[in-house]
């Protein structure tokens, strides 16, 4: 953009003779053009994130699951569309992105105070609280996949929305926030890189889900009785989906229409492609059978691994992300999972925690400034000599690890007090679909 | 009067029921089941938790036929659902009391 306005002023001051108004007219112009783009670019990421939730991730978790609680499942991600927008609106997003605390946000945008149509950046700030939301709405939602088929329903909006005030809330601002302890960007104690999410998002939910899988217990039956899948096809779809929002999640979090957003674009896809073929490789080799549900569910896994380094890499690191997270959320899920003996239903901790902490330390190994801020001189990871913050990245991880851990424990206790997380044994055999909402998924008899 | 259940593989049902058509029987009653003899089931792997699926689809033919006819029918099965490999199902036979047509209470192999 700079370029253009220097050379639109060197044509209008010699056309027009150093016409300053409608010099200044014409840079105003060019500024309103970029911000139009910026603009349209985010509005349409927070509308693909948006999409990752509801249908993406509900058809995702809702295949996984036996057919008597596909809906009950769906609705974990579809309710919290309605919830998360609620509670952020109140007091989210001045929780998450006001003031300058080192931990947690304030109230001055409590009740959209003061966030309106003027620019936050390059974007108007009702657009970038927007775009915010969206990634408050997933999170949690990831977080049902650990929970999935045992948890009382109205357990489960109590959890959300303390789980959002506790853990979700806090993280955001300490890793985004303006003064956040761990913001790279705003002189944080602890520098961390976290271009889209890979810790706040990621590793936030999927430590909670090993949390709520452990606090739960295993689903009646776990491991003797068959809990297969019900419909692979509607997972097909939805892993689908999450790919292709994870383009606005990613490139969006490059909050401007610009050549980072491209470059995280293009990580994106390349860290789902190479994440696809590791953990497809990994399960031919071990099993005989390269399964569709381990292709789709390592996409998932490279996808989030990426979250963290999209806008900081290069494309070649980005496959060596992909790749790496494809094998090891594999052996998580495949091999230690089924050693440890503890049921996370549809994998939220193996997928999210342990692709969301690949994918934050490696950030600290591949980050450069030719992608991160070409004409700044920081240096940004490991490859542009910064070794310190690989280990800023292990320390960042550790504390969400932590906050996510404690936060959910504390939580499900408060919880299980108030309503009781766990539903009766009977409805959990009868399936959520029929207790808790009384209706079923598939009427084909009708 | 004899019955005749046959299990076979749900892929040759058509052809069963033609031939069976073609010799003159004129009824049988179908069912889905599951089920395994020898040829047990087969494995499968959902992220890496195994399952042993050992309760295959199968179709189940039943058919009650004069004594007369018992041996061509089950000829006939056997020709018709016979692939030669492992799987290919079992037949029974068993000897009937009575039969009774409802509508107008036929009996024996009247009925039929």
Redesign the interface.
């Known amino acids: 953009m700079r370029k253009i306005s220097g050379f639109l002023l060197l044509a209008a001051a010699a056309a027009n003779g150093q016409d300053a108004e409608k010099l200044a007219a014409l840079e105003k112009a060019v500024q309103d053009a970029q911000a139009a783009a910026d603009n349209a670019w985010l509005m349409t990421s927070t509308a693909l994130v948006l999409m990752m939730t509801g249908p993406g991730l509900a058809l995702f978790y809702g295949g996984l699951v036996r057919k008597k609680n596909v809906l009950g499942t769906m609705m974990h991600s579809f309710i919290l569309m309605a919830v998360a927008t609620v509670l952020w609106g109140v007091v989210g997003y001045s929780l998450a992105f006001g003031g300058e605390g080192r931990f947690i946000g304030d109230l001055s945008y409590a009740f959209m105070n003061a966030v309106g149509m003027e620019r936050q950046g390059a974007i108007p700030h009702l657009t970038f609280m927007a775009f915010q939301l969206m990634f408050a709405i997933i999170t949690p939602a990831l977080i049902s996949g650990a929970f999935a088929e045992r948890i009382r329903f109205s357990a489960m909006l109590l959890f959300t929305v303390l789980w959002s005030l506790v853990v979700y809330y806090p993280l955001a601002h300490m890793v985004w926030g303006t003064g956040g302890l761990l913001n790279a960007f705003s002189d944080g104690a602890i520098p961390c890189y976290d271009f889209a999410g890979g810790t706040v998002v990621h590793i936030s939910s999927g430590v909670s889900a090993l949390v709520c899988a452990i606090y739960l217990g295993k689903r009646h039956g776990y491991p003797s009785e068959t809990m297969k899948p019900h419909n692979l096809v509607l997972s097909v779809v939805g892993a689908c989906l999450l790919w292709v929002g994870w383009f606005g999640f990613n490139a969006g979090s490059a909050l401007a229409s610009s050549g980072q957003a491209a470059s995280a674009f293009v990580a994106t896809q390349f860290g789902a492609a190479a994440a696809t073929l590791g953990w497809m490789l990994a399960e031919w080799l071990r099993n005989g059978k390269p399964s569709v549900l381990g292709a789709i569910t390592g996409a998932v896994a490279g996808l989030v691994a990426i979250t963290p380094a999209s806008g900081f890499v290069r494309p070649m690191p980005a496959l060596v992300i992909g790749f790496a997270a494809g094998l090891i959320c594999y052996y998580m899920v495949a091999v230690v999972k089924q050693r440890l003996g503890y049921d996370d239903s549809l994998d939220a901790f193996g997928v999210h925690g342990v692709g969301g902490t690949v994918g934050a330390i490696l950030t600290g190994v591949f980050a450069t400034r030719l992608v991160a801020d070409p004409e700044g001189s920081r240096a940004f990871g490991l490859v542009d000599g910064n070794a310190m913050q690989v280990a800023y990245q292990f320390v960042g991880s550790l504390i969400a690890w932590v906050l996510a851990a404690v936060g959910t424990f504390v939580i499900l206790k408060v919880c299980d007090l108030l309503v009781g997380v766990r539903v009766e044994a009977e409805h959990e055999i009868l399936g959520l679909d029929l207790s808790m909402h009384g209706e079923e998924g598939y009427n084909l008899e009708s | 009067m004899k019955k005749i259940e046959a299990v076979i593989q749900p892929f040759k049902l058509e052809e069963v029921k033609a031939a069976l058509i073609g010799i003159g029987v004129d009824g049988m009653t179908v069912l889905e089941v599951r089920g395994h003899g020898r040829q047990k089931g087969h494995k499968?792997?959902?992220?890496?938790?195994e399952?042993v699926?050992d309760l295959l689809p199968k179709v189940k033919l039943e058919l009650v036929v004069p004594d007369a006819r018992a041996d061509e029918v089950i000829r006939t099965l056997i020709r018709s659902a016979r692939t030669g490999k492992i799987g290919d199902g079992k037949i029974f036979v068993s000897e009937i009391a009575e039969a009774i047509r409802i509508r107008n209470e036929d009996r024996g192999e009247a009925a039929l």
């Open positions: 499968e792997v959902y992220r890496g938790q399952y699926v």
